[in-house]
């Protein structure tokens, strides 16, 4: 099956053609934020502030980039633990957040808000943080500067490798495909 190529800001039309398990390659502008900026996020949305990112039809990278090399527009960028972020992000859903990059499981309170926001969630391949930075075009803090790494980055990417692990109709890769292989007997599925 060939990746599917789609852009950023995602839409709705998209997003509902997106099915658990695809391959896709995502182009466009995305954001990183990780514990501390969710947090920081929280924090504001319960002062009453508003966000530091217009998040209507974005994505958040659950990563922290590191330093970037002379020549280079970052340094490289693995994906972090999506579970950590699972207390904040129905929030962000219902806010209008599209799409979360990560890595692992998402709680099912998570895939709930997936689902009724119609949004979807993206595995990224860890241990392959140097090669996701050579699909990052720009990079540019914007937010919680303070935070150094764990900052709010805009990055600009091109055709960013990523697969569908949770679509917007809430099916889990991460529970539909082991359930796929043990019933398949052990054969190739």
């Known amino acids: 099956m060939e990746a599917k190529r789609i852009q950023t800001p995602l839409r709705d039309d998209v997003l509902r ?5 695809e391959r896709v390659f ?9 514990d501390a900026a969710h947090k920081r996020m929280t924090e504001a949305l319960r002062s009453g502030e508003g966000l530091p990112i ?7 990278y659950y990563a922290g980039p590191a330093p970037a090399k002379p020549g280079t527009p970052i340094g490289s960028i693995g994906p972090t633990t999506s579970g950590r972020m ?16 990560g890595k692992g499981k998402r709680s099912q309170e998570v895939i709930a808000a997936i689902k009724a926001n119609k949004a979807v969630y993206f595995g990224a391949t860890g241990g392959a943080a140097v090669l996701l930075a050579k699909r990052v075009k720009a ?6 500067k303070d935070l150094g790494p764990e900052a709010i980055y ?18 889990d890769l991460y529970s539909v495909g082991p359930q796929r292989w043990s019933s398949a007997g052990g054969e190739d599925v």
Do not use: W
């Open 26 to 34: 995502l182009s466009g502008y995305i954001y990183t934020a990780r």
């Open 86 to 101: 699972d207390r904040y992000t129905p929030t962000l859903l219902s806010m209008g957040l599209k799409g979360m990059i």
């Open 139 to 144: 990079s540019r803090a914007v937010a919680y």
């Open 17 to 21: 053609h997106l099915r658990m398990g």
């Open 154 to 171: 805009e990055l600009l990417v091109e055709d960013f490798p990523l697969i569908v692990v949770i679509d917007c109709e809430g099916n």
């Open 54 to 60: 217009d998040i209507k039809g974005q994505v958040i």
